[in-house]
């Protein structure tokens, strides 16, 4: 089992960055693709980015791509979501999740984090 901690979220004005932390608990973190999702109020949970447990291959949302990074440090049990450029579009809770297969889907991934507050002033 994987505990989740996110942390990093805050307000920001647009064009601004933020980097959110989701620091995972006990060794078993390796074994595990390592996404983010987000959800905004009155909409569903999508999905934002994910990384292979090397953190080598990496899939993001149509969206972001060429603003968010994803990456994870293992000998940290960290994964880290690199936000630049945001938009107002961009406010929502944003969560970590633990899967073992890389993919989109929401339902795949076993284990999650509480969330934390992004929010894009315009």
């Known amino acids: 089992q994987v505990q989740l901690v996110e942390s990093g979220g805050g307000l920001v004005q647009a064009g601004g960055s933020l980097r959110l932390s989701c620091a995972a608990s006990?060794?078993?973190?390796?074994?595990?693709?390592m996404g983010w999702f987000r959800q905004a109020p009155g909409k569903e949970r999508e999905f934002v980015a994910a990384?292979?447990?090397?953190?080598?291959?990496?899939i993001y949302t149509d969206s972001v791509k060429g603003r968010f990074t994803i990456s994870r440090d293992n000998a940290k049990y960290t994964v880290y979501l690199q936000m630049n450029s945001l938009k107002p579009e961009d406010t929502a809770v944003y969560y970590c999740?633990?899967?073992?297969?890389?993919?989109?889907?929401?339902?795949?991934?076993?284990?999650w984090g509480q969330g934390t507050q992004v929010t894009v002033s315009s």
């Open positions: 999740a633990a899967s073992t297969i890389l993919i989109r889907t929401t339902t795949e991934y076993d284990y």
């Open positions: 006990g060794r078993t973190f390796r074994r595990y693709v």
């Open positions: 990384c292979s447990l090397s953190g080598d291959t990496t």
